[in-house]
Structures are given as structure tokens and as C-alpha cells.
């Protein structure tokens, strides 16, 4: 069953500090994978997009990383800012012929002062 | 900045009464996508369509949605008998190529059925 694991569901950090949130995906067959920013009530904005061939990708603070023996990436997000607080998707896309899209449930995360 | 726009921002309507949702992707894509997220719950795809016709759809795609691209710049959702369960945000999105590219979404359509 194609599938996106993301995690952790959410989490709490203070201004100026770093995080790493994780997607496990198992998906087939695979095209490409991209880590979304979705603010609550808005549609998701990119960050990144990575095919099977390319290992990590940066965005400004955000820096994305792949594995696609392990089938995992990771969202690297630097110097936390309070506009960072959303959640972020992991959203993988099937090579089929309609590129149809397998979204995580998300991770929540809450920049604090 | 090119947008993806979508109306309306939020429709009330009455169970078993057809909606239509609109979505006006990027003016040069090609490639043009319906999502819908329950609250509190995961962006669900719904549909791809390109060259006039669906690429593919999901389960949830069934008899009760259609799309249409009635002309050159509209992409519509239409929902012929709305159920409960169908209150959601939809979101429409757009791409210049094939799955591969960056995907471009709308605000979304919030959809509330009584």
C-alpha cells in the first residue's frame, strides 16, 4: 500500500533554534518527493522537490535531504523563525501516467519567543 | 506573481444540492489537479487532468464528481448530490509539466454541507 509516515506529529521549539522533521514513505513507483509548507486554512506552499537521483536540496533556511534506498527524508529547517510555525507535508508522487500524489499527515510545528 | 485562484472561498449549501467549485490555474500550465482536506485530516488528491481529459483519480473520485475544463482558463469540480461528508477544503492546484514539476495550489474552497 503506498503510503507517506511522517514524524513527529508536532513539535515545540524556540526561536532561533534548529529542527529536523522526518518522512518515511513506501511508495511505487516512485517519481519525485517535496516537502510542503501549509499554513492553517491556506494552501500548501513548496519548499522543495527531489527526484530518485538527488540526495539533498536547500530552500533558504530549509534544507531537504533523500535517501531512496532507505525510502526517508528529512526537512532541515535553520534559525527557526515564528513565521515558521505550520505544519509540513511531505508529499510523495507516483510515476504514473496521472502523477498521482500521496500526502503525509504532516508535522506541526510552534516557534516560540 | 502567477496565482492558482479559487471560488468560492467558502460555500454553505444543503445536503443532496450540486456544487461547483472553480479553480483559474497559472495561465501556462498544463497539468491541472483537485485535492480536498477534511479538517483536521490530510490533503487527499482527488483527480489529474490534462489535454481535456482525467490522467488518473483516487477511489474517492466516484460518480458523484466531475470535472471540466469549459474553456480556456476555468477548471471546475462539480459535485452532483452533496453529502455530509463531503465538507472539506478543496484545493485546486497546477503544474507546467507532468508530475515532475513544482505544484502550485490554490487558497482552497471551503465547502460546508448541512
Known amino acids: 500500500k503506498n503510503q507517506v509516515e511522517q514524524s513527529p506529529q508536532s513539535l515545540i521549539i524556540l526561536e532561533g533554534k534548529n529542527c529536523t522533521l522526518q518522512?518515511?514513505?513506501?511508495?511505487?513507483?516512485?517519481?519525485?518527493l517535496r516537502w510542503y509548507k501549509q499554513d492553517t486554512g491556506r494552501g500548501p506552499v513548496s519548499l522543495t522537490i527531489m527526484t530518485f537521483s538527488e540526495n539533498t536540496k536547500s530552500n533558504g533556511r530549509y534544507t531537504a535531504t533523500l535517501d531512496a534506498d532507505t525510502k526517508q527524508s528529512s526537512l532541515h529547517i535553520t534559525a527557526s523563525q515564528l513565521s515558521d510555525s505550520a505544519s509540513y507535508i511531505c508529499v510523495v508522487t507516483l510515476n504514473t501516467g496521472g502523477f498521482k500524489t500521496i500526502f503525509g499527515a504532516g508535522t506541526r510545528l510552534f516557534v516560540k519567543a | 506573481e502567477p496565482e492558482v485562484t479559487q471560488t468560492p472561498s467558502h460555500q454553505v449549501t444543503q445536503m443532496g444540492q450540486e456544487v461547483i467549485l472553480r479553480c483559474v490555474p497559472i495561465?501556462?500550465?498544463?497539468?491541472f489537479y483537485w485535492y480536498r482536506q477534511i479538517l483536521g485530516q490530510k490533503v487527499e488528491f482527488l483527480v489529474s487532468?490534462?489535454?481535456?481529459?482525467?490522467?488518473?483519480k483516487s477511489e474517492i473520485f466516484d460518480d458523484q464528481f466531475s470535472v471540466e475544463r469549459p474553456d480556456g482558463s476555468n477548471f471546475t469540480l462539480k459535485i452532483r448530490s452533496t453529502k455530509l461528508e463531503d465538507s472539506a477544503m478543496y484545493f485546486c492546484?497546477?503544474?507546467?509539466?507532468?508530475?515532475?514539476?513544482?505544484?502550485?495550489f490554490g487558497e482552497g474552497s471551503r465547502l460546508t454541507v448541512l
Open positions: 518522512c518515511n514513505y513506501t511508495v511505487s513507483p516512485f517519481s519525485n
Open positions: 492546484a497546477s503544474s507546467p509539466g507532468p508530475g515532475r514539476g513544482e505544484l502550485f
Open positions: 495561465s501556462n500550465h498544463l497539468y
Open positions: 487532468f490534462y489535454n481535456n481529459e482525467i490522467s488518473e
